[in-house]
């Protein structure tokens, strides 16, 4: 009875990270580029209560008698399901169709990587920075932050679809003007580092960020103007898996419970 306590408890432990898991994902609903995450389990050690086991008869049965011990949480994995792009009336709201990532960096210089293409211009001293809302400057194909001389009028910039910056010549066609979004790729986008703000850190496990213009094997994401790929996160689909780890949750309280009466009955007994 002892085994079926600590059994419980795994279980709820494993049930509350579940919740937590779900809650996250229910806040960042509305999260530009959010990507939702789900609980991956896994059984803890079984133990072997015999070698060998018979039927009613006598017989050996094919298989020895083992009990689990409980679960725990094996991973909490990131889903990069493309979310729903909506339309805006911002020219600096871009959104990516594809597995592409932006490029930014930070402000420790280390460089992230984002879904969430809502970016506005800053003017500075060398023309107008294209960076996000906390300031961290979108970079291009050659890494570096993507700044537009002052002399250019930023209502008539647009980004074409593989991410080349365009301003109208005299015939008022938009030409490229020799500066691209640097749109990146991951082998393994489950190894990609979480952090704050929808910002993605490159790991061991993640591999190298592959440059899509410089890597012709990868399938180039399309960038859209004026577009923001909102959170992948379904709210109904996030209450039923609410529900059904609650009531999980709920089972093992009970199991607690009524381990813990055969407990006391076995403790009342007298000789």
């Known amino acids: 009875m002892v085994r079926s306590l600590w059994t419980a408890a795994s279980g709820m432990r494993a049930q509350q990270t579940n919740v937590d898991t779900i809650s996250n994902n229910l806040a960042n609903v509305n999260t530009t580029g959010f990507k939702k995450e789900t609980t991956e389990f896994k059984s803890l050690f079984y133990q072997t209560l015999a070698d060998k086991s018979f039927d009613s008869e006598g017989m050996e049965k094919p298989v020895p008698a083992q009990v689990g011990l409980g679960v725990r949480n094996s991973a909490i994995v990131s889903r990069f399901n493309q979310g729903t792009l909506i339309q805006t009336e911002n020219p600096y709201d871009f959104a990516i169709q594809g597995e592409g990532f932006f490029q930014v960096r930070t402000l420790d210089g280390t460089i992230g990587y984002t879904r969430n293409g809502a970016f506005t211009p800053a003017l500075g001293a060398g023309g107008y920075t294209i960076s ?140």
């Open 132 to 271: 996000t809302s906390e300031g961290y400057p979108l970079l291009d194909i050659n890494n570096n932050p993507l700044v537009l001389s002052d002399e250019y009028d930023m209502s008539k910039i647009t980004i074409d679809t593989d991410g080349q910056v365009c301003y109208p010549d005299g015939q008022n066609n938009a030409m490229p003007i020799g500066i691209q979004i640097g749109l990146v790729q991951f082998a393994n986008l489950s190894g990609l580092e979480k952090t704050s703000g929808s910002i993605f850190l490159a790991s061991e496990a993640s591999g190298v960020p592959q440059l899509e213009v410089n890597s012709p094997n990868l399938q180039a994401s399309v960038v859209k103007q004026m577009y923001l790929e909102q959170s992948n996160v379904s709210a109904v689909d996030e209450m039923v898996n609410l529900i059904v780890a609650q009531r999980a949750y709920e089972m093992n309280s009970k199991i607690i419970t009524a381990s813990d009466d055969m407990l006391r009955t076995a403790n009342n007994l007298r000789q």
